[in-house]
């Protein structure tokens, strides 16, 4: 079946760029996202590319997708404190229909 | 405009007892799901519908079931409970590309 595989923990200095990783082998998918979790909170949704394009731009996120490679990466600009949580990447195929598939989460830690 | 709204946010069961987790949403999207989440494993599909009266299992469907019988509800149901559906379990709703999630059941069962 589909996977997505995310390293668990990322940490970077306030400040500094984050780069979130992830690849993915449905080479069937048509949207891949990334979706930011607070402690005790739900999932909420940051940015999604569609498959034919290989880069969204949207304030301080920057989306690059590999498709050749089924690589994606999520960068945040400027990381700041409210940056802390856990990114998780997902892929959906066949409009979505029966659910995302979702990656194990990259918990982001930010240094002072 | 509430979203996704799931009760309750916790729960503490016994082994063997039953309980139904709810799942509601004011945005007329056909398409729910129910999702568990254990540490370190992301999420995993326990069932979704495309519709009123439309259900399917997804990855990890045993020990649960579902109904949907409008398209605003979607209820989730643990009829034997056991310590391994402890988790925190999420619905959500799709409309075209976009998956919006409740803020989460935390269930215990002891």
């Known amino acids: 079946g589909e996977d997505v595989e995310q390293s668990l923990f990322l940490s970077v200095r306030e400040g500094d760029s984050s780069v979130i990783n992830c690849t993915y082998t449905?080479?069937?998918?048509?949207?891949l996202y990334w979706y930011k979790q607070e402690p005790g909170a739900g999932l909420q949704l940051l940015t999604y590319?569609?498959?034919?394009?290989d880069m969204k731009q949207d304030q301080r996120l920057t989306v690059l997708l590999n498709k050749k490679d089924k690589h994606l990466s999520l960068r945040i600009a400027d990381t700041q404190t409210g940056d802390s949580a856990i990114y998780f990447c997902?892929?959906?195929?066949?409009?979505?229909?029966?659910?995302?598939?979702f990656g194990k989460g990259t918990h982001l830690i930010i240094q002072p | 405009n509430a979203g996704v709204t799931q009760t309750p946010k916790f729960r503490i069961l016994k082994i063997g007892q039953s309980m139904t987790l709810q799942c509601t949403q004011d945005?007329?999207?056909?398409?729910m799901y129910w999702y568990r989440q254990d540490p370190g494993m992301g999420l995993k599909l326990i069932y979704y519908?495309?519709?009123?009266?439309?259900?399917d299992k997804g990855e990890v469907p045993n020990g649960y079931n579902v109904s949907r019988s409008t398209t605003e509800d979607f209820p989730l149901r643990l009829e034997l409970a056991a310590p391994s559906q402890t988790s925190v379990y999420f619905c959500?709703?799709?409309?075209?590309?976009?998956?919006?999630f409740g803020s989460g059941t935390q269930l215990s069962v002891l």
């Open positions: 590319i569609f498959s034919n394009m």
């Open positions: 519908s495309v519709g009123a009266g439309i259900t």
């Open positions: 945005m007329n999207h056909n398409y």
């Open positions: 449905d080479s069937s998918s048509t949207y």
């Open positions: 959500a709703s799709i409309l075209g590309e976009k998956l919006f």
């Open positions: 997902a892929e959906s195929s066949g409009g979505g229909a029966d659910g995302l598939t």
